[in-house]
T-cell receptor, first 110, second 112 residues
Framework: GEDVEQSLFLSVREGDSSVINCTYT??????LYWYKQEPGAGLQLLTY?????DMKQDQRLTVLLNKKDKHLSLRIADTQTGDSAIYFCAESRSQGNLIFGKGTKLSVKP | KAGVTQTPRYLIKTRGQQVTLSCSPISGHRSVSWYQQTPGQGLQFLFE???????NKGNFPGRFSGRQFSNSRSEMNVSTLELGDSALYLCASSDYRVYEQYFGPGTRLTVT
């Protein structure tokens, strides 16, 4: 199908790791992204990975890409209450066109 | 560098009216993309401009149009507004590395 799929909700305890999963559709997508959206705000680019990579680490964030299964994941280590937000997975299609999932709402409990 | 700015932040219009939204990209960025965000449909791509030319267009009716000026600022216009056009409209800018898109805070449009 055409959709990028994500689970809608994830709840974790402060200090635990969070793992948000995503499946995408277009094997020709060059880049895959993770964006964060806080209430009333726009989208913040967290990280992205080129399709020929398997993993990318950036401080507390680790992105894993399984191109065979078209599966992307975002791991947030030592999750804090400030990480509570909606996280969007996106794949690049044509120029300037990102296809987004519906977003995963991450709730972090103290 | 200043981020992407969008004006106005909030707008209330009635059905049948038209509206123009503005986006100023990050300095030096020449690509501007527009997205519509609604609870039901999520984030959907509207169009992308680069150097005043529309390079790509999403699956929206002709009531949605845009343009880009020589200073890379962009506007989008929606004519004959419908209730279903109520949404958060986001623009994103990028430099020659089109794969890094940076979003503005959005314009919240309410159609009554």
């Amino acid at each position: 199908g055409e959709d990028v799929e994500q689970s809608l909700f994830l709840s974790v305890r402060e200090g635990d790791s969070s793992v948000i999963n995503c499946t995408y559709t277009d094997s020709s997508s060059t880049y895959l992204y993770w964006y964060k959206q806080e209430p009333g705000a726009g989208l913040q680019l967290l990280t992205y990975i080129f399709s020929n990579m398997d993993m990318k680490q950036d401080q507390r964030l680790t992105v894993l890409l399984n191109k065979k299964d078209k599966h992307l994941s975002l791991r947030i280590a030592d999750t804090q209450t400030g990480d509570s937000a909606i996280y969007f997975c996106a794949e690049s299609r044509s120029q300037g066109n990102l296809i987004f999932g519906k977003g995963t709402k991450l709730s972090v409990k103290p | 560098k200043a981020g992407v700015t969008q004006t106005p932040r909030y707008l209330i219009k009635t059905r049948g009216q038209q509206v123009t939204l503005s986006c100023s990209p990050i300095s030096g960025h020449r690509s501007v993309s527009w997205y519509q965000q609604t609870p039901g449909q999520g984030l959907q791509f509207l169009f992308e401009y680069f150097s005043e030319t529309q390079r790509n267009k999403g699956n929206f009716p002709g009531r949605f149009s845009g343009r880009q000026f020589s200073n890379s600022r962009s506007e989008m216009n929606v004519s004959t507004l419908e209730l279903g056009d109520s949404a958060l409209y986001l623009c994103a800018s990028s430099d020659y590395r089109v794969y890094e898109q940076y979003f503005g805070p959005g314009t919240r449009l309410t159609v009554t």
